[in-house]
């Protein structure tokens, strides 16, 4: 039996169904379970001292590309809106290998764990030179970060229309075949899974309509989760429109692209009826706010979104469109762009860290997660409130107004992932190490 104890928290933001906060309370975890939340707790396992801290559920990740975080801010693509962006990375992308996709996923993932993340999904679409699905699983179980990888895919290259170059499109046959493969070798449905898997080609204009449909009905035969790419700007709705003659949503509606086991990314450009549809099929969305500013595509709907009821998790997007992989940042994010367009009213504090923690477990149907209750997985944020982020606050529980941008703790399934600022699963600077030379060797002559 492991057993820690959170004595004394600053405040325990429980995300529950009533939105409870307790001052001064402890948290008891067991064998990766929350057991209990109280008051003068006890323990013979390990104790944390936490009167400095803002406890909260782990941040939760909706959306990502992890092996974007070797093409941050490349200069071609530094400007860019989103099509001429993607053409520009398209041919660095076509150079990496295994090596590559792991380390560069190992580098973002530390960034979302010192940043307040426990579980995050990644849609990975591009399989150059070997590499597997495989290597970023690989990545987050040495991290120790619960993960929800999808079998991203692109089929339609430039030679038929397409956006992608051939080099790095598959044929639908073998993408497929390969998402049975890694569904059956990672997949995990059970409470607690610290690893499942779900099926996302990349986007309506980077696959044929047969691929979308076959993928969503080998989704459901295999009882997993759907991840894709949906009207994320004007472009995207001027092709949608040009190419299949209706807007986005209906264009998922008809292949099957709704339902509580499909989570969108962007949705930046929903109209209300496609809100509707969203609403009443509890289709989930994830909100990428920098990633919208980034690339100039607008802001998201997500007032009217949340108000109709869909489930709305945050997401960080890929790193060569963020360029950040920092979670929290993303939460502030998310709750200041709904002001710009809607007031100061539109969207507080407290509910962006809850979109960023419950929403986002709602999204990706982890409701083991997301919440501070006994019962619940114990993946948890410690935030240290004592320091000059904080300083002169006068509600320190209200972490995305003043609060810090990295945690003091992070435990997933009760295991400390990182301690007093510091990871603890992996060696942090050999891996930026390892970073740098594959990014320096990717920037260099081909
Ligand atoms: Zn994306």
Same mark, same amino acid.
């Given at each position: 039996m492991s057993e820690t104890l959170i004595r004394n928290a600053h405040s325990v933001l429980t995300m529950d169904d009533a939105g409870s906060e307790?001052?001064?309370a402890d948290v008891?975890?067991?064998d990766g379970v929350i057991v209990q939340i109280g008051e003068g707790l006890t323990s013979t396992g390990e =104790? =944390?001292?936490?009167?400095?801290?803002?406890? !909260?559920p782990g941040l939760v990740? !909706? *959306? *990502? *590309?992890l092996y974007q975080t070797l093409t941050r801010a490349v200069p071609g693509g530094q400007d860019a809106l989103l099509f001429g962006w993607l053409q520009t990375l398209y041919p660095i992308w076509a150079r990496f290998g295994p090596e590559e996709m792991r380390i560069s996923a190992l580098a973002g993932l530390a960034e979302l764990a010192l940043s307040g993340c426990t579980l995050t999904s990644d849609h990975l679409y591009l399989y150059p030179n070997g590499a597997r699905l495989d290597d970023t699983v690989d990545a987050a179980t040495e991290i120790g970060l619960r993960f929800h990888a999808t079998r991203g895919a692109m089929s339609i290259g430039e030679s038929d229309g397409g956006l992608p170059p051939d080099a790095l499109v598959e044929r639908e046959d073998a993408i497929l075949e390969d998402c049975i493969r890694v569904i059956d070798a990672f997949h995990d449905p059970s409470e607690g899974?610290? =690893?499942?898997?779900?099926?996302?080609?990349?986007?309506p204009f980077s696959v044929s309509r047969e691929l979308m449909r076959d993928a969503a009905l080998l989704a459901r035969d295999k009882g997993v989760m759907m991840h894709t790419h949906l009207a994320e700007n004007e472009e995207d709705i001027a092709y949608s429109e040009a190419k299949f003659g209706c807007r986005p949503g209906q264009y998922a509606e008809e292949l099957g692209w709704t339902g509580p086991d499909v989570w969108h990314a962007h949705c930046v450009k929903l109209d209300g009826q496609e809100i509707d549809l969203f609403a009443q099929s509890r289709t989930g969305v994830a909100h990428c706010p920098c990633s919208n500013c980034r690339l100039g595509s607008g802001i998201a709907p997500i007032r009217d979104m949340v108000d109709a009821g869909v489930p709305v998790g945050l997401g960080v997007d890929g790193s060569a469109s963020n360029d950040s992989s920092n979670l929290v940042a993303e939460a502030r994010q998310a709750?200041?762009?709904?002001?710009v367009s809607r007031g100061a009213d539109a969207m507080s504090a407290r509910e962006a860290l809850r979109?960023? !923690?419950?929403?986002?477990a709602e999204v990706l149907g982890r409701h083991d997660c997301g919440q501070i209750a006994a019962g619940k997985r114990a993946d948890l944020a410690l935030w240290d409130v004592s320091g000059i982020d904080s300083a002169g606050s006068w509600d320190k529980a209200a972490l995305l107004l003043a609060g810090p941008q990295r945690v003091r703790h992070l435990f997933v399934e009760g295991r400390?992932?990182?301690?007093?600022?510091?990871?603890r699963t992996i060696d942090l600077a050999a891996t930026l190490a390892h970073q740098n030379m594959l990014a320096q060797r990717l920037a260099g002559p081909t």
């Open positions: 307790f001052a001064g008891l975890i067991r =104790v =944390v001292e936490a009167s400095n801290c803002v406890v !909260t990740n !909706t *959306h *990502h *590309h899974a610290m =690893v499942r898997v779900g099926v996302a080609p990349c986007s709750m200041l762009l709904q002001r979109l960023a !923690t419950r929403g986002g400390q992932v990182v301690r007093d600022g510091l990871l």
